[in-house]
């Protein structure tokens, strides 16, 4: 069966610090990636997607940048964080046309 | 407003009581898909109806679907306490790779 593996679960980041989150995913082949940030008691924001190794497609301008090295891994990274990159990360894989899957996601908070 | 917005934003019922959340779009969708979210926890898909279709049934979950109002509603009968969760719905929206969240319902079901 397919999983979804996100890490870390909590983080704590200063301001103008690195980031990078990882997510991979098993038992399945070409997936659809995406990674989301959801605002605390609000919905999901889309930040990219992938449908393919190298293939990222970015939903909204900011200082973060997403990779897909391989088919079943995404990572989310930034070389400066900004106090609004604070949130819940949320990682998703899909096969085309079906529903999507979650992981479990990271709360990062930016100090 | 963007594409799926639920409404009510909050629902407080009793055990036993049924559910109704509400979910408005704007545009053209191949289907529409439910999911529901723990506190702190990914998102776990529920439900899927397709453009085609006009109701759906999943055990207590009751979905229906009018294109012509872009509307969309999810009921959940005999609601017990663990069914407290946010709930969203989300579009797979024509021409787009990927879904389109909205802010969610927070419904809270009293033993």
């Known amino acids: 069966s397919q999983t979804i593996h996100q890490w870390p679960a909590t983080l704590v980041q200063p301001v103008g610090s690195p980031l990078s989150l990882e997510c991979t995913v098993e038992?399945?082949?070409?997936?659809?990636l995406y990674w989301y940030r959801q605002a605390a008691g609000r919905g999901l924001q889309l930040l990219f997607y992938?449908?393919?190794?190298?293939?990222i497609s970015s939903e909204v301008p900011q200082n973060l940048s997403a990779s897909r090295p391989q088919d079943r891994q995404f990572i989310l990274s930034s070389k400066k964080l900004l106090l609004s990159d604070s949130g819940f990360y949320l990682c998703?894989?899909?096969?085309?046309?079906?529903?999507?899957?979650f992981g479990d996601g990271t709360r990062l908070s930016i100090l | 407003s963007q594409q799926g917005e639920e409404d009510p934003q909050a629902l407080s019922i009793q055990e036993g009581e049924n559910a109704t959340m509400n979910c408005s779009y704007k545009t053209s969708i191949n289907n529409l898909q439910w999911y529901r979210q723990n506190s702190g926890r990914g998102l776990v898909h529920l439900i899927l109806i397709r453009s085609n279709e006009r109701e759906k049934h999943s055990g207590r979950l009751r979905v229906t679907l009018d294109t012509s109002k872009k509307s969309s509603s999810l009921l959940i009968t005999a609601s017990r306490a663990a069914d407290t969760a946010s709930y969203f719905c989300a579009t797979d929206a024509l021409g787009r790779r990927a879904l389109t969240f909205g802010s969610g319902t927070r419904l809270q079901v009293q033993p």
């Open positions: 038992g399945t082949s070409n997936p659809n």
């Open positions: 998703a894989w899909s096969d085309r046309d079906q529903p999507q899957h």
């Open positions: 992938s449908v393919g190794i190298g293939q």
